[in-house]
Nanobody, 123 residues
């Protein structure tokens, strides 16, 4: 069992930055690949970024490539999402997720989800 708690969301102006954190409970965090997804009002939950269990592989949606960076610290049981050059279209609830061997962009292959943190980007 893995419990995930996101933090770091908030209100920021376009062009600004935020860093999201996702703290995981459980001793097996380092066994899980981690992903960030987001969901805007009235839209499907979409893939943002993912990282392998070791941190050696990362994956990004085209819409955030070059602006967002995913990383993890297995000693701290935490995964991060550094978001730079934020745009109003990045406004959404951001969720972290854990899976043993998911296809990175497939939300249905993740086993555990956090409760989400709101990110709002004003123009």
């Amino acid at each position: 069992q893995v419990q995930l708690v996101e933090s770091g969301g908030g209100l920021v102006q376009a062009g600004g930055s935020l860093r999201l954190s996702c703290a995981a409970s459980g001793r097996t965090f380092s066994s899980y690949a981690m992903g960030w997804f987001r969901q805007a009002p009235g839209k499907e939950r979409e893939f943002v970024a993912a990282i392998s269990w070791s941190g050696g592989s990362t994956y990004y949606a085209d819409s955030v490539k070059g602006r967002f960076t995913i990383s993890r610290d297995n000693a701290k049981n935490t995964v991060y999402l550094q978001m730079n050059s934020l745009k109003p279209e990045d406004t959404a609830v951001y969720y972290c997720a854990a899976g043993l061997d998911p296809t990175p962009e497939d939300r249905y292959e993740y086993d555990y989800w956090g409760q989400g943190t709101q990110v709002t980007v004003s123009s």
